[in-house]
């Protein structure tokens, strides 16, 4: 098997040694219809998948950066406030088990925010 890859390797490659004008037209004709054949995939058949990555906002004066840092602004208010009446049923001795829980939420929500800035 690997003799007769050898063999028929070297033929191609000795066709193409005597006719490159023949090569590269034929290459550039399947290449030109490889273009066309995606360029009508694309328009008539298109992906249903959509585009999830999102680039990172870098020195953008546009509202939806100012949106989102706003609504994070508020979401992270919100957990600080609950936190810090966790903190006054703390000082009153009144914790129980599912305020651990919830302060390990709200502590753990207030870092993923922390560090999507």
């Known amino acids: 098997m690997n003799a007769f890859i050898k063999q028929n390797g070297q ?3 000795g ?3 005597k006719n490159p ?5 034929s290459s550039m004709i399947f290449l030109s219809v490889s273009f066309i054949g995606s360029l009508i995939q694309g328009i008539f058949f298109p992906s249903q998948k959509t585009f999830t990555i999102k680039p990172p906002v870098l020195y953008s004066n546009s509202g ?3 949106n989102m ?4 602004n508020t979401e992270m208010e919100k957990i600080v406030n609950e936190l810090k009446l ?3 049923k703390r000082d009153r001795n009144a914790l129980q088990k599912e305020d651990s829980l919830r ?3 709200l502590f753990n929500q ?3 925010f922390k560090k999507s800035r």
Do not use: G, H, N, T
């Open 11 to 13: 033929k191609w490659l």
């Open 15 to 17: 066709r193409l040694a």
């Open 21 to 25: 004008k023949r090569f590269f037209i």
């Open 64 to 66: 939806i950066s100012q």
């Open 69 to 72: 840092a706003s609504a994070q």
């Open 86 to 88: 966790l903190k006054e």
């Open 103 to 105: 302060i390990e939420f």
């Open 110 to 112: 207030y870092q993923q």
